[in-house]
């Protein structure tokens, strides 16, 4: 019996399914996984073993079989950007200047695994030759100081689009597109819970700039005089979408929550001290009220609906493995 993977279009016998009057393309886990087998493992088994230590629980058969054939592709779009960029400049009868950083949009709800996704790939591409300058930027560098959040009454608004300095956000993108050398963003403070003061990132000459964020794939803002500005994704020269049930999202929220509760809310500089002393029970009931007020209603009501803005989309099942894998047409 074929799996519907997404309501509607049985997957054929090759796992693959597509249907004419759809921009996308589906790969179910099988079909997807086998692509691996195409590709050389740019890692070693001693760097594939430190992935683990960059995040939390990783698998590492999971890292091969969906992270690794994700990398060679877009290791792809990234030689075909750069192939393309030099026929267009000779099309010009320009000088030929060194091409822009290629831009990866890397969106997803609180909690979907959006970092442990982007430190794979940042990781995976920068082994790939044509293009070791991978650089990881976290659009919460750009989140409004706590100060700020609170004078404009968005303090339990975090995370939504208007808690950003969006235009802050749209310059850089727009700087890192214009090629500059060196790209300055701000920091944010996980522990602090707010922007550090003074504090920046240089981001300088990359070859490939990973943008992770809630917001990274929102639509232009319709101004005051009905028109739309420019949007993030305008600058982005491809864009993942991480994706899963989200229940399973909540449970999640809760689960590293609980983690947090024994390890970082334990330091007494953590904004999150209070909570180190709940008891467990406690804690899931702070958690889920957390994400019941602003996480779950920030996934629904604006992350969710540019889902179907992003390039590739990968469904998380509930055991976090990757179930199938979205690729809109080329
Ligand atoms: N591929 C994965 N395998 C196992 N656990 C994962 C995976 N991706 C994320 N997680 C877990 O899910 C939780 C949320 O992931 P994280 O990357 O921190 O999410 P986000 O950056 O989207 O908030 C973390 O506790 C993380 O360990
Ligand atoms: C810092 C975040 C807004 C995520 O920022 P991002 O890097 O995705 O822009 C989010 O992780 C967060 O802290 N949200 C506030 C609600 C909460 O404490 O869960």
Do not use: C
Request: aromatic share 8%.
């Amino acid at each position: 019996m074929p799996r519907m993977p997404s309501g509607d279009h049985p997957i054929g016998a090759n796992g693959h399914s597509e249907r004419e009057s759809s921009p996308y393309v589906e790969l179910d886990r099988s079909a997807w996984a086998s692509l691996a087998e195409e590709v050389e493992d740019p890692l070693s088994e001693g760097e594939v073993e430190r992935l683990r230590g960059l995040g939390d629980y990783l698998d590492l058969e999971e890292v091969r079989q969906v992270y690794l054939p994700l990398s060679r592709l877009l290791s792809l779009r990234v030689d075909a950007a750069e192939r393309l960029h030099r026929e267009q400049e000779g099309f010009l009868h320009r000088p030929q200047p060194p091409r822009t950083p290629f831009v990866i949009g890397l969106a997803g709800s609180v909690a979907v695994g959006k970092s442990t996704t982007a430190r794979v790939l940042q990781q995976m591409l920068a082994h790939w030759p044509a293009h070791p300058n991978v650089v990881l930027v976290t659009t919460d560098g750009f989140l409004l100081p706590t100060a700020e959040l609170d004078r404009r009454g968005l303090l339990h608004r975090k995370g939504f689009p208007e808690s950003y300095d969006r235009k802050a956000l749209l310059r850089f993108v727009i700087a890192i597109k214009s090629g500059r050398d060196e790209v300055m963003a701000p920091v944010y403070d996980h522990l602090t819970y707010d922007i550090v003061p003074g504090e920046h990132v240089v981001v300088r000459q990359p070859d490939i700039v990973i943008i992770e964020g809630l917001n990274v794939l929102q639509p232009a803002r319709v101004r005051e005089d009905g028109r739309a500005g420019l949007a993030l994704s305008d600058f982005f020269d491809f864009s993942v979408y991480v994706d899963a049930a989200t229940s399973d999202i909540r449970q999640w929220y809760v689960e590293r929550f609980l983690r947090l509760r024994e390890t970082a809310f334990r330091d007494p500089a953590s904004y999150f001290t209070r909570y180190a002393a709940l008891s467990r029970e406690q804690a899931v009931e702070t958690a889920e009220q957390i994400w019941d007020s602003i996480n779950g209603p920030n996934l629904v009501q604006n992350i969710l609906p540019t889902r179907g803005r992003a390039d590739l989309v990968l469904r998380k099942d509930r055991d976090h493995s990757v179930r199938y894998v979205r690729l809109r047409k080329l």
